[in-house]
């Protein structure tokens, strides 16, 4: 089963940044997409950003203009840099890949909170 290794979630005020990172292992074969979705509480798990292999970007409406999605050269391992972070992002931060194969596995979560 493939793992994947999220980091960079904390605490931060409203209007700091983080950043946050995903890591597939590099054997992984056929990586289509990889992105970012995230769960509020009491909220349904919805998407962020995503990238594609070609490097096309795709951004809720809601972090659009805020939020850069970015992958490493090697391709397996996708970035989330936050900025003007609102009280409304304070989510769980789920990283997700696919492949040709078939394969759509899931990160633990990284918890994010925006709090003053």
């Known amino acids: 089963q493939v793992q994947l290794e999220e980091s960079g979630g904390g605490l931060v005020q409203p209007g700091g940044s983080l950043r946050l990172s995903c890591a597939a292992p590099?054997?992984?074969?056929?990586?289509?997409?990889m992105g970012w979705y995230r769960q509020a509480p009491g909220k349904e798990r919805e998407l962020v950003a995503t990238?594609?292999?070609?490097?096309?970007?795709n951004y809720a409406d809601s972090v659009k203009g805020r939020f850069t999605i970015s992958r490493d050269n090697a391709k397996t391992a996708v970035h989330l840099q936050m900025n003007s972070l609102k009280s409304e992002d304070t989510a769980v931060y789920y990283c997700?890949?696919?492949?040709?194969?078939?394969?759509?596995?899931w990160g633990k979560g990284t918890l994010v909170t925006v709090s003053s």
């Open positions: 997700n890949v696919k492949t040709i194969y078939g394969m759509d596995p």
């Open positions: 990238i594609s292999r070609g490097d096309t970007t």
């Open positions: 590099r054997s992984i074969a056929g990586l289509v997409t």
